[in-house]
């Protein structure tokens, strides 16, 4: 590690500019007209000047009237090391810059901003110490965070917008940067000069979710999701914000090869992480999204001891690691939506005997997957808690899928004096909810796979056990969701929900007919190599083969892949790709030699030019290629796949077509 570190206080000068090790990024902070900051790549402007600030219920603004009183600055670089992830080093190498503003006329009032500036973008965040007036219980009613785009003209936006109904679960939108109105984040847009830039935030704990709001010439403003009684976050004295990140690259997979956002979250203080197993999944779960199956009691029911002992075998016959099982406890039955008070987490429905299946599933080195949804009441979840981890953990469970389907703003807790508050599933309320769950799962050694989650901001690195979550319209919108995901979703997701963490996506529809083809039908528009090239792009430590057994018994062929792509990596690149065209990833196995490749188009067939320089020099590799055929189309030939072998080296180059809504997966075995 390398830190160097220089001070000057205090300082008399308006403004103050850093830059990232390799020169390309520059801050400027300055207090010219009240704090403000500023942010150019290659001396083009990303961001003018930006105001700094937040407004609270009981004092006066940090903001306004505060001028630059002191300046640190340090240099750092180190490496340090994932239980699981994209990588297995990620290297941190930035230079921090320490503003302290003091209030012109109240030597007493202060605030600081911490600013990091890496190669792929800046992150920085507030820092307010013990002061008259803030010295106890503190309510933001306002932060004053702007991002004043540099140049909106000739620029394109992707965006779901915040604050609405359906949480997260948007198609995206692809508009002029000026048609925005509030939208989450990660938000990502290309500016007329060609750089790409996405806002975020690192380390969401204990405040609300930041979600941005345009304003007037093109000036995006922080809008934190507020609480039930309006308040937007509520904190005790000396306190710091999450990090507001601003990713930015000169071209669109720069965005992707960035570890940015993991580098501004605290280290784990997990001593033993041997209990988080990344791994392969399969479930008693798309049959109910079909409609073969019901997740309430009856003749549907899928949840069933026969059923689930048929896909623990068909799991540790093809290498599966665990079997999701949703359904198996009560309260399921009748409209589960919104009957989120009746859930119980450990009494199961008579035809589901779990000590018989776990035991069952054992023997055979297959994990039962539990499953808590709670449809958004969260007092009834939190009273339970502890008995359903326990009772999973007694029976080998390692990891739970959580659910909270409730509509945004919708999530009913009950208060300490009784009263039912309905709480957005981004507000500071929801953010320590869900973390609250994830703290207390680990002390059954269990991980959380979080459905209708808050986004994620990077915390997997100080909570490991947060293994993976959904967070956007996922596969299971494509047996319901009228419209299905468009052709262009995932090679938008690339570059905008996924650049937040791992997605629990359930890719591997291999029977995209259940309802007919056709362009306007509830199915997969993709072809079927395309769902295999999900395992290799949308990124998540936990992967399900999510369709029924017997139509991967169908088509063994093709399942081969899925059998053999890994979940966990040693090293990731994302080699080629624009945002909602195509995106292609190289990923090398953690603890083997075996690369893997996958690429997906949009709805345009193009032909991608695969320079194979990320394999080993010294090393010939079986090359083992899944393609679009060359009659694919994701509309009426989905299936036509073409799976060949070949010998190839680094040296090689591989020209492959891809369908209109298709792709490829290859996996390079090492010789
Ligand atoms: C929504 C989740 O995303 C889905 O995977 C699950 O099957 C249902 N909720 C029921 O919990
Ligand atoms: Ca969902």
Do not use: C
């Not at 009613?141 to 965006?159: M, P």
């Not at 604050?163 to 990660?186: C, F, K, M």
């Not at 999701?225 to 507001?244: E, M």
């Amino acid at each position: 590690m390398f830190i160097a570190s220089v001070i000057y206080a205090p300082v008399f000068a308006k403004s103050i500019t850093g830059s990232s090790p390799d020169g390309k990024i520059e801050v400027t902070i300055a207090d010219t007209h009240s704090p403000s900051y500023s942010i150019t790549l290659n001396k083009l402007p990303i961001l003018t000047e930006s105001k700094l600030g937040l407004r609270f219920k009981q004092v006066s603004e940090l903001g306004e009237g505060f001028s630059i009183q002191a300046v640190k600055q340090v240099a750092h670089h180190s490496t340090w090391q994932q239980p699981w992830g994209e990588r297995k080093q990620v290297v941190d190498h930035h230079n921090e810059i320490l503003v302290t503003f003091v209030a012109n006329h109240d030597a007493k009032r202060l605030f600081a901003v911490r600013f990091r500036v890496f190669n792929d973008g800046v992150g920085f965040r507030y820092e307010v110490p013990k002061q008259p007036g803030l010295d106890s219980h503190i309510d933001i009613t306002n932060e004053l965070t702007e991002f004043a785009i540099a140049d909106t003209k000739d620029s394109t936006a992707w965006w779901i917008p915040s604050r609405g109904w359906n949480r997260y679960e948007y198609i995206y939108q692809t508009s002029a940067l000026s048609s925005v109105d509030r939208v989450h984040t990660p938000f990502t847009f290309k500016l007329g000069n060609g750089a790409h830039v996405s806002i975020h935030e690192a380390a969401l704990v204990d405040y609300a979710s930041m979600t941005l709001q345009q304003m007037r010439g093109g000036v995006l403003k922080a809008d934190l999701t507020p609480w039930s009684d309006g308040i937007l976050v509520k904190k005790t004295a000396d306190f710091t914000t999450p990090w507001r990140t601003i990713q930015v690259s000169e071209d669109a997979i720069g965005l992707l090869n960035s570890d940015l956002i993991l580098n501004l979250n605290e280290p784990t203080t997990l001593a033993d992480t041997s209990w988080i197993e990344p791994g392969k999944y399969v479930g008693i779960w798309w049959g109910m999204h079909i409609a073969e199956n019901t997740w309430g009691s009856g003749e549907k029911h899928g949840a069933t001891t026969a059923e689930t002992k048929r896909y623990m075998d068909f799991a540790a016959e093809y290498g599966f690691d665990g079997v999701l099982v949703e359904g198996w406890n009560i309260g399921w039955d009748g409209d589960w939506y919104n009957n989120g008070d009746v859930f119980n987490f450990t009494q199961a429905y008579d035809d589901f005997d779990i000590k018989e299946i776990t035991q069952h599933g054992l023997a055979k080195g297959v994990r039962l997957i539990g499953h808590h949804e709670t449809s958004g009441n969260v007092t009834n979840y939190r009273n339970q808690m502890d008995d359903a981890f326990a009772l999973y953990q007694k029976h080998g469970v390692r990891q739970v899928k959580t659910g909270y389907v409730a509509d945004g703003g919708n999530i009913k807790q009950i208060d300490d004096q009784g009263i039912v508050r309905k709480e957005w599933h981004d507000g500071q309320f929801m953010v320590n909810e869900y973390l609250h769950n994830v703290k207390q799962a680990a002390k059954y050694q269990i991980s959380i796979n979080t459905h209708e989650p808050i986004k994620d901001t990077g915390l997997r690195r100080t909570y490991p056990n947060w293994i993976s979550r959904e967070g956007a319209r996922g596969q299971e919108y494509n047996a319901w969701g009228s419209p299905p995901n468009p052709p262009e979703h995932l090679p938008i997701l690339a570059f905008t929900r996924m650049l937040s963490g791992p997605m629990d996506f359930t890719p591997g529809t291999f029977d995209m007919g259940f309802k007919g083809l056709g362009a306007d039908t509830d199915r997969p528009q993709t072809t079927l190599a395309k769902q295999l090239a999900m395992y290799v792009v949308i990124y998540s430590p936990i992967q399900m083969a999510s369709d029924l057994p017997r139509n991967y018994e169908k088509n063994l062929e093709a399942f081969q892949f899925i059998q053999d792509v890994p979940v966990d990596w040693h090293e990731s690149k994302a080699i080629a790709g624009e945002v909602g065209e195509y995106v292609a990833f190289a990923r090398q196995e953690r603890g083997g030699e075996d690369w893997f490749v996958g690429a997906l188009t949009n709805e345009d067939p193009r032909k991608l030019s695969l320079a194979l320089d990320f394999l080993d020099k010294n090393k010939t590799y079986e090359a083992q290629i899944y393609r679009d055929g060359d009659s694919a189309n994701w509309i009426n030939n989905p299936y036509d796949i073409l799976i060949e072998k070949k010998h190839v080296q680094a040296s090689d180059t591989l020209k492959i077509p891809m369908a209109s809504s298709g792709g490829f997966a290859i996996r390079f075995k090492a010789l």
